[in-house]
């Protein structure tokens, strides 16, 4: 199918451009086009002076909709996930396995190869432990974490096929060849969890980490006599982290002091949960987050469109930034910024269309645009 995407604002992922195209053919945009250069023989769309951004990447949700993934890591707890962040301009998502039992993390990996297989929108497991220290265990239950070996590694991989894109890892708690077997299976790791010392952060990231989950939440704290992980990701020239923009997880000014240092290396994810009364994470919503049976901070309530509104109204980011931050800069550390995270020739038709007010209006898969 080949349309014409006319009468909108185009954030290309580098540049906004004002009265501008977006040729789509195919599941793929052809061309971005000033509207003077338009051709007049193409199917055309009319956005309605809405703005057009690259489609939205989440790194780490758990659920959505009242279907927690960590819960029941099934195909129908998938469907919820991506359909909830479809709705929200977010066209891929890794869905998140917190410390779990084996059994449960298993299933995770099965639930995503067979959704995969099925329908569009999972880029990914991303599992949060469970080789993780159980000093910063946060939310996540202790009975579950457990020594990593390259055996247990090894069936995840089996298991997984291609489907395990992320893991979180303490870098304190495993082996140099945990690390390598990871990493030549092409999987990201991320230093969360983490009571690392600041050179054991530093060496984390030079063996193989590439990112950092949550900054600030569950890891080892920048002082004076001991910069902890999140000085060793300031210090780093190219590990990147992800960050809950919500005033929550961590104060605005904290973003914004992160985004100076840090910048195209500091992505937005929504570390997004729902209501759960079973299982082992069972969530309550207070306000604008969720806590576990104990009152411990559990989760956001944020979506990805709120927190660029965050990052904008509150931190001070220009919005342009702010749309990288959920879009390009997940895709670079994916690996994935060839085919998403930008409005250009060949890329994937991957894209929202929001208001002034960043409320989702329309999201498209694949050159597909469903209106909400």
Not at 317 to 331: D, N, Q, T, W
Request: aromatic fraction near 8%.
């Amino acid at each position: 199918m080949r349309y014409l995407l006319r009468n909108c604002f185009v954030y290309t992922g580098s540049t906004l451009l004002p009265h501008h195209t977006l040729l789509v053919k195919d599941g793929l945009i052809e061309a971005v086009l000033p509207e003077v250069a338009a051709p007049s023989d193409v199917l055309t769309v009319d956005a309605q002076g809405l703005s057009v951004a690259p489609g939205l990447l989440d790194l780490q949700v758990y659920g959505a909709a009242g279907q927690l993934f960590s819960v029941t890591p099934t195909v129908e707890a998938l469907a919820t996930l991506c359909n909830h962040a479809f709705r929200h301009g977010t066209t891929g998502v890794l869905a998140t396995m917190p410390t779990n039992s084996w059994a449960l993390m298993r299933q995770a990996l099965e639930a995503g190869q067979e959704f995969c297989r099925q329908q569009p929108g999972l880029l990914g497991i991303h599992l949060e432990g469970p080789f993780i220290n159980p000093i910063k265990k946060g939310a996540h239950q202790a009975e579950f974490i457990r020594e990593a070996t390259v055996a247990d590694v090894e069936e995840l991989l089996q298991l997984a096929g291609s489907t395990l894109k992320m893991m979180t890892l303490a870098p304190e708690m495993v082996s140099a060849a945990v690390v390598a077997r990871l990493r030549a299976a092409d999987v990201v790791l991320s230093a969360g969890h983490s009571n690392a010392t600041f050179a054991q952060a530093a060496a984390g990231f030079r063996q193989g980490f590439s990112a950092a989950t949550h900054l600030f939440n569950a890891m080892s704290a920048l002082q004076g006599r001991e910069p902890g992980m999140v000085g060793a990701v300031y210090d780093s020239a190219t590990a990147y982290a992800s960050i809950i923009a919500d005033g929550v997880h961590c104060d605005f000014a904290a973003v914004r002091i992160s985004q100076k240092i840090l910048q195209e290396r500091l992505f937005l994810i929504t570390d997004g949960v729902t209501e759960s009364t079973q299982g082992a994470y069972q969530f309550r919503r207070e306000g604008n987050r969720y806590v576990d049976a104990q009152g411990t901070l559990a989760g956001s309530a944020l979506t990805l469109p709120q927190a660029i509104r965050n990052c904008v109204q509150h931190a001070g980011i220009p919005l342009e930034e702010a749309l990288r931050m959920a879009s390009l800069y997940p895709a670079q550390l994916l690996g994935l910024d060839h085919e998403l995270g930008y409005l250009s020739s060949t890329y994937r038709a991957d894209f929202w269309l929001f208001d002034e007010h960043l409320t989702p209006r329309a999201t498209a898969r694949a050159g597909e645009l469903t209106w909400h």
